[in-house]
């Protein structure tokens, strides 16, 4: 109800029930029921002003309660922003909106659709409020059919009351969840449409107990408005931040190559052309060729320390999109070709670490890196144990070794056991880390992280 029309009413209704009670009173009751007469007014006159108090108390009462939603609405609509502008990496940022779109509208169902290159089908779909085994159940995602590609042509959001009725909607596939309301608007990046973020299924504010199904509003459209505006400038920054990444990769791999031509190919060629001359003059020189041939065998040691140098060198940017199960195969193929250690690691399935996000899983790749990187330098062990659990909502990680361990007290002076930049690290994901150690009985180094939900 508009201010104007509660302005008129105010007016209009008191009046008008005033002339109700006195057309009454004068039609019902002669002047000899005259005390009968006023005292019905009195007591219709109560009624009414009681009455009209409490419709107007109560349109008051839900204005506060509507002032008051839309001010936390815009309360959640900022600090969704600043959420938004902690994370980089390009698939966080996309489930973050999600989330935060079907946080900020109550809504049940959340789905950011990114459309392809040419815009006219989704490449991809994200969900929120749907498990991932049901959305398994409910088979490939969408294509931008029906009401989902509404949007896409002009880039104008979208309201529908009732999915089943409206006359583009194409149907739910088999295991979908019933949806009744839905609201999308575009997300724009850069001048042209990006995707589509779709929140369906609003709960009623003022019934959460009972999670009635209320109608998506204008306003409800404008604050979505307000965040996809929001989530597209933290889009462009992650893709930004990704092109930039890549970037560096490529140019490491220039630097890499460029290398390898000019120092280690060059050093091969020389070499093999030492081979071949003393293979000539094996048998006119042999003390000769045989001074040669160790300076060969020496040559290609070099060889073989540089190129893996070269690799450790890159090591750090693969990290950027690793998953966990495999980064700790790599660390741990990679410490048994470079030292004689007996590494022990039995990988976990990979699916149980699906939900771990990126900036945990290059943190704890990162650390176990330092990890082997001491045990490799000081520790002067003969085995390693490597073990990776997942644990309900927490992931338990373990590095134990057989070496000659050392005195924690006189470890934290030391800059060049790396265990503060492990700690570091730790704490940056919150996760607990513990070191036991003692001289001549080996280090176990563990790890437990609380997985983000």
């Known amino acids: 109800m508009s201010n104007r029309l509660l302005k008129i009413l105010a007016v209009v209704l008191p009046f008008g029930f005033m002339g109700l009670v006195i057309f009454f009173r004068v039609q019902f009751f002669s002047g000899e029921r005259a005390l009968e007469g006023n005292l019905y007014a009195l007591v219709a006159v109560g009624l009414g002003a009681t009455l009209f108090s409490i419709f107007i108390f109560t349109i008051f009462e839900r204005r506060e309660e509507e002032t008051e939603l839309r001010r936390l609405q815009l309360e959640a609509l900022h600090e969704a922003a600043v959420a938004l502008t902690t994370e980089l990496?390009?698939?966080t940022v996309l489930q973050k909106v999600v989330d935060l779109s079907r946080q900020l509208l109550s809504a049940t169902y959340g789905?950011?659709?990114?459309?392809?290159?040419?815009?006219?089908?989704?490449?991809?779909?994200?969900?929120?409020?749907?498990?991932?085994?049901?959305r398994a159940r409910i088979g490939d995602p969408p294509r931008g059919h029906g009401l989902l590609g509404v949007l896409s042509p002009g880039g104008e959001a979208l309201i529908v009351n009732d999915i089943r009725q409206d006359p583009r909607s194409v149907g739910f596939p088999p295991n979908h969840p019933p949806m009744k309301s839905l609201l999308g608007v575009p997300i724009k990046s850069k001048g042209e449409i990006f995707g589509n973020l779709y929140v369906a299924d609003k709960v009623d504010p003022?019934?959460?107990?009972?999670?009635?199904l209320a109608n998506f509003d204008e306003q409800d459209k404008l604050i979505l408005e307000k965040f996809a505006t929001q989530a597209a400038i933290a889009i462009e920054n992650a893709q930004l931040y990704r092109q930039t990444r890549e970037l560096a990769v490529l140019k490491e791999r220039e630097r890499f190559g460029m290398d390898l031509h000019d120092g280690i190919m060059q050093s091969v060629y020389a070499t093999g052309l030492s081979l071949q001359e003393a293979r000539l003059r094996l048998e006119e020189a042999p003390i000769e060729t045989g001074s040669r041939l160790d300076q060969a065998i020496e040559d290609l040691g070099q060889v073989l320390h540089d190129i893996r140098n070269y690799?450790?060198?890159?090591?750090?940017?693969?990290?950027?999109?690793?998953?966990?199960?495999?980064?700790?195969?790599?660390?741990?193929?990679?410490l048994r070709a470079n030292t004689l250690l007996d590494v022990a690691y039995d990988a976990p399935p990979v699916e149980e670490f699906d939900d771990l996000p990126s900036n945990q899983t290059a943190e704890l790749l990162l650390i176990t890196q330092e990890a082997l990187t001491n045990v490799r330098k000081h520790a002067h062990a003969r085995n390693l144990h490597l073990a990776l659990a997942r644990q309900g909502d927490a992931v338990q990680l373990i590095i134990e070794d057989d070496g000659s361990g050392f005195d924690q007290e006189t470890a934290k002076g030391s800059a060049g056991n790396g265990l503060s930049n492990m700690r570091e690290r730790a704490e940056a994901v919150n996760a607990e880390f513990s070191v036991e150690s003692r001289q001549g009985s080996g280090t176990k180094i563990s790890l437990q992280l609380p997985v983000k939900k």
């Open 89 to 91: 990496d390009l698939e």
């Open 111 to 134: 789905a950011l659709g990114v459309l392809e290159p040419d815009g006219e089908f989704i490449a991809q779909f994200i969900t929120s409020g749907i498990s991932n085994k049901a």
């Open 206 to 212: 003022y019934s959460p107990e009972e999670a009635d």
């Open 311 to 334: 690799i450790l060198g890159l090591r750090p940017d693969r990290f950027v999109r690793q998953d966990l199960v495999t980064g700790l195969s790599e660390l741990a193929r990679e």
